[in-house]
């Protein structure tokens, strides 16, 4: 049967390198619908120029998408990778202008948190083909966003998933919420005036104030308590990381003892046999980190959300808090990947000796790196949070 549904127009704007991940985010957007949106009566809708733009002839091509797409939506998802695009009549890019004039729009449901502007931190391209130019571009666009908008960056591809799906649940949320307020109201409205009618006639009415109770969503104190337990938690995995480079180290140097210089197949055999061990149990961890990490971003990004320009002691205390443990983390991560960087180029300039040494080798230099990757991300993540803080507190 019919059903009412809320439809929410989202803008996609990016530089035309980027329509692979326009294509993702429409994808994510889609599933999105299918799983929840129609159950909640929330569609989003993706626009986006390549789709939506109608024809015509024009010397300011980014002036009639302005007034084509620009002017009716109520998201935008910014998307930028190593361009940012050509410069146009009124700013450096197309999609510099889409997303400064989404983070002047204000709106009564999302209150100015309806942008989300994500960058790819990786570039793909072939040396050769890297534009500097562009690339200063970029971080320099960045850098003036993080004063006007909450930024997120993914490094592999599927970590722009998560990125966009809070996104939405987040919007989701703000809709029902003020779907929920206006029917309260309603509901208030309508009863206080069946309440009147009923004195005049006489009539007792038994008025149900349950329905106009709202629920109680996460609060800013939850969520900054969870992200601070997640940076407790990333701080644990890297001392137990640590640790276990330290015991192999151990255990390599009791194999060379336990040999010394009899049957040499045998002792580098024992060590590759360690560094396929310790791979297992180094990747274990890095699959943790990305999960502490993940849980870190969703619960400070909730935060800021939740918070803009606060003049609420208690909040701003909270957020020091944060960001002080956050630049000791940074501190601690970078700290940790020197260390962990030594390491690897120690395995990784050992001698060939046997296959099965030669194999853990390479299985534990490709842990070691992966952690290392994880852990830059992270410190570069907190250190734009920190960054972002500044600016607002």
């Known amino acids: 049967m019919p059903k009412n549904m809320i439809c929410i127009s989202v803008f996609i704007s990016s530089p035309s390198n980027m329509s692979m991940y326009v294509d993702k985010v429409v994808g994510l957007i889609d ?26 002839v024009t010397t300011d091509p980014q002036s009639a998408i302005n007034q084509q797409l620009m002017a009716d939506y109520d998201l935008l998802i910014g998307l930028i990778g190593d361009r940012l695009g050509d410069a146009t009549a009124r700013a450096e890019s197309g999609t510099a ?24 931190t990786k570039i793909d391209s072939d040396m050769r083909s890297i534009d500097a130019n562009q690339i200063q571009k970029v971080n320099e666009f960045k850098a003036s ?10 490094f592999n591809d599927d970590e722009i998933d998560g990125i966009v799906t809070r996104f939405i649940e987040s919007a989701c949320r703000d809709i029902e919420n ?12 309508s009863t206080h005036s069946s309440v009147e009618d009923s004195v005049e006639n006489s009539v007792d009415v038994d008025v149900d104030r349950s329905e106009l109770i709202e629920t109680d969503d996460v609060g800013f104190f939850d969520e900054a308590e969870r992200s601070s337990l997640a940076l407790t938690a990333l701080a644990e995995l890297i001392g137990t990381y640590s640790q276990l480079i330290v015991a192999m180290t151990s255990e390599m140097k009791s194999a060379l003892e336990k040999y010394g210089d009899n049957d040499q197949k045998a002792k580098f055999d024992d060590i590759g046999a ?5 791979a297992i149990s180094m990747g274990e961890i890095t699959d943790q980190m990305r999960l502490r990490v993940k849980e870190h971003s969703d619960s400070f990004e909730s935060v800021l959300l939740m918070i803009e320009r606060s003049d609420e002691k208690d909040d ?4 020091e808090n944060l960001k002080k443990t956050m ?19 120690n395995t990784e300039n050992s001698p060939r000796a046997t296959q099965k040494f030669n194999r853990g080798k390479r299985q534990v230099a490709k842990a070691m790196g992966d952690m290392i990757d994880i852990s830059q991300y992270t410190a570069n993540r907190f250190k734009e949070y920190i960054s972002y803080l500044d600016s607002i507190l």
């Open 31 to 56: 599933e999105f619908n299918d799983i929840f949106g129609f159950n909640r009566g929330v569609i989003f809708r993706p626009v986006f120029w390549k789709k939506d733009i109608v024809g015509q």
């Open 97 to 120: 202008e889409e997303i400064r004039s989404a983070v002047e729009k204000r709106d009564n449901i999302f209150g100015g948190k309806h942008v989300q502007v994500i960058f790819k």
């Open 145 to 154: 966003l993080y004063k006007m908008a909450i930024v997120a960056e993914f």
């Open 178 to 189: 003020n779907t929920s307020k206006e029917f309260s109201k309603e509901i208030a409205s």
């Open 274 to 278: 360690i560094f396929a061990q310790k």
């Open 316 to 319: 701003k205390e909270a957020l």
């Open 327 to 345: 630049a000791e983390a940074v501190e601690s991560i970078e700290e940790f990947m020197r260390g962990a960087a030594g390491a690897k180029e």
